[in-house]
T-cell receptor, first 113, second 110 residues
Framework: SQTIHQWPATLVQPVGSPLSLECTVE??????LYWYRQAAGRGLQLLFY??????ISSEVPQNLSASRPQDRQFILSSKKLLLSDSGFYLC????????????FGEGSRLTVL | GQSLEQPSEVTAVEGAIVQINCTYQTSGFYGLSWYQQHDGGAPTFLSY????GLEETGRFSSFLSRSDSYGYLLLQELQMKDSASYFC???????????FGTGTQLKVEL
């Protein structure tokens, strides 16, 4: 069966510090991968998606970047965090067919102070 | 671009039926999905409508009208554990990406 893991689960970082969130998927190959951010009490905003190794599409201009060094690994990064980067970051994977179903990781809660 | 509208909050009593509406505007449409998210947790998939009509899965049903750009999630026999946020999402465009609505917080009371 397929599983998705992301870490760390919680982190508190000072403004201006770097960030690295990792996500890995098991049990499937060539998944579509996504990074979403959710502000407190808000909806999910798509940040990046990837259809293959090294292929990254950015949805919104921001202080973050994403990379996909391996088929089932997706990394979200920042060189210098801003206060506005605080939020709940969710990695997800989906198949190649349009069936409306994404599978989300447990999420990473980031607080920037 | 894509945008979705749904009520911010709905309250209902245990055992009742509740309907959560979603209207959308999108360029390129593949279908309408519904997700449930409990506080502090990750969203989980509930249902998907690609064609007009009603899809039923246990106590949950979802409806889509493509001509009206409208859908709803129907929850029957409400239980306390149904208290959560519910998101509609539309699929379209490259990468099978989903655009989510702002969510409806459902509170189930005794």
């Amino acid at each position: 069966s397929q599983t998705i893991h992301q870490w760390p689960a919680t982190l508190v970082q000072p403004v201006g510090s770097p960030l690295s969130l990792e996500c890995t998927v098991e049990g499937t190959s060539n998944p579509n991968l996504y990074w979403y951010r959710q502000a407190a009490g808000r909806g999910l905003q798509l940040l990046f998606y990837s259809v293959g190794i090294g292929q990254i599409s950015s949805e919104v201009p921001q202080n973050l970047s994403a990379s996909r060094p391996q088929d089932r690994q997706f990394i979200l990064s920042s060189k210098k965090l801003l206060l506005s980067d605080s939020g709940f970051y969710l990695c997800a994977w989906g198949g190649l067919t349009h069936n409306g179903e994404l599978f989300f990781g447990e999420g990473s809660r980031l607080t920037v102070l | 671009g894509q945008s979705l509208e749904q009520p911010s909050e709905v309250t209902a009593v245990e055992g009742a039926i509740v309907q959560i509406n979603c209207t959308y505007q999108t360029s390129g449409f593949y279908g309408l999905s519904w997700y449930q998210q409990h506080d502090g947790g990750a969203p989980t998939f509930l249902s998907y409508n690609a064609l007009d009509g009603l899809e039923e899965t246990g106590r949950f049903s979802s409806f889509l009208s493509r001509s009206d750009s409208y859908g709803y999630l129907l929850l029957q026999e409400l239980q306390m554990k149904d208290s959560a946020s519910y998101f509609c999402a539309v699929g379209g465009g490259g990468g099978n990406k989903l655009t989510f609505g702002t969510g409806t917080q459902l509170k189930v009371e005794l």
